[in-house]
């Protein structure tokens, strides 16, 4: 049953694509984020071979690509492509998907510092773009209209702040028992999305 | 937290082709880290490859059909583009002032053999009656300001999407676009797009691609 969410979850993605992406909020904090949690679901299919453990030690490549892909999709113009051009919504989907597969298994490695300074990292990010979206006075996406724009800004700041939260109650214990913090093995958290 | 070494190399590896392929990513979706918006990267692009018009239909407020690239060609004069639709209450109200200023503008420098003005609406319900009356309320001088309307859709859109003019429908019948000032040569390419809220600036471009001092 279990195996067959990500399945399921890809083709309901696929099946309101058109509807997911008629707002810019649904599109960048529903679509964009279920991505990588379809992702996640999708492992048992992807296989991943076991090798991908030796090129991503601590996960840090993965990460990384999860900073840098993060970051691209928040660019209003390569959202607005995504619309238009079908190689873009194709790569889109792609990056997020593997992404997603690669996540739980980059957080399961990396030491809870390594996972401090991307989920810091990425959180502010998110609420920088989400401040600017939420401020600037004129449209970013000729597609979208700017009312859309800021509630996208103001969930885009809430969805960091929600991250960052989860984040810190998930690894609460590593502060708690001081111990505890050179366990790396145990350091998984549940961000899994 | 172990380490090992061969594990960090390949990682290391990984990390570069992920930091390379990332910096490309961006590189290319920003236009070269100076366009983030669909918007800046159109003006950009534009800016720096001037861009035939393609042909379509016009359809004057006097109710005479003509072929734009003709009436862009034939005419030798620089001119400002603008797209609007006549019903708008908001950025094409504010668009409609400086354009009536920027007529004012044209007669007064006794520009108005080199440089002028066409508003295209955007609005399949914009037929004659409803652009003569636009023009009427702007006050608008067939020898400088024209206004015209498509009628054919699929000309339109071909239209719209060569000026990379995005229109959504908006609530209360409205309609959200880009709006700017086109500045199109004499040979009918786009070759300058400038915000709608800097009218002087688009002015002072057709006048100097006319050959007016500034």
């Keep these: 049953m279990k195996r067959w969410s990500g399945p399921v979850l890809l083709v309901l993605l696929v099946a309101t694509r058109s509807w997911l992406e008629t707002t810019m909020l649904r599109h960048m904090l529903v679509q964009l984020p279920l991505l990588i949690v379809c992702g996640a679901l999708l492992r048992p299919w992807l296989r991943l071979p076991a090798s991908t453990a030796r090129w991503d030690a601590q996960g840090l490549a993965t990460l990384t690509a999860a900073a840098f892909i993060t970051a691209y999709w928040m660019i209003p113009r390569a959202l607005e492509q995504a619309l238009v051009h079908p190689l873009a919504a194709g790569m889109k989907f792609a990056s997020l998907l593997l992404l997603g597969a690669l996540l739980p298994g980059a957080l399961r490695r990396a030491h809870v510092v390594v996972q401090l300074f991307f989920v810091a990292n990425i959180c502010a990010m998110m609420a920088i773009a989400g401040m600017l979206y939420r401020e600037l006075p004129q449209r970013l996406c000729n597609a979208y209209l700017l009312d859309d724009q800021g509630l996208t800004g103001s969930s885009l700041v809430g969805l960091a702040l929600a991250l960052g939260v989860a984040w810190c109650i998930a690894n609460a214990r590593h502060v708690a028992d001081p111990a505890d913090f050179t366990d790396g093995d145990q350091a998984t958290g549940r961000l899994r999305e | ?214």
């Design chain 2, 1 to 214: 937290m172990n380490w090992p070494r061969s594990s960090s190399r390949a990682t290391a590896l990984a990390l570069l082709a992920v930091t390379l392929g990332g910096s490309a990513a961006l590189y290319y979706g920003s236009s070269g880290f100076r366009a983030l918006s669909t918007e800046a990267a159109r003006r950009l692009q534009v800016a720096e490859n001037p861009l035939p018009v393609p042909p379509a239909r016009l359809l004057g407020a006097d109710g005479a059909a003509t072929e734009l690239t003709d009436e862009l060609a034939l005419d030798g004069r620089i001119t400002l583009v603008t797209f609007i639709y006549a019903r708008c209450q908001s950025v094409c109200r504010v668009l409609g002032t400086e354009l009536q200023q920027m007529q004012d503008q044209i007669r007064a420098r006794g520009a108005a053999s080199r440089v002028r003005l066409v508003t295209i609406s955007f609005d399949p319900r914009d037929d004659a009656q409803a652009l003569t009356g636009y023009g009427r309320m702007m006050h608008s001088d067939p020898e400088v300001w024209r206004l015209y309307g498509i009628e054919d859709d699929r000309e339109r859109r071909r239209l719209l999407d060569a000026f990379g003019v995005v229109v959504v429908p908006a609530p209360l019948g409205e309609f959200e676009h880009n709006a700017a000032f086109h500045v199109v040569d004499r040979n009918g390419n786009l070759v300058r797009i400038l915000d709608y809220t800097a009218p002087d600036a688009a002015l002072d471009d057709a006048l100097a691609r006319a050959g007016d001092p500034a």
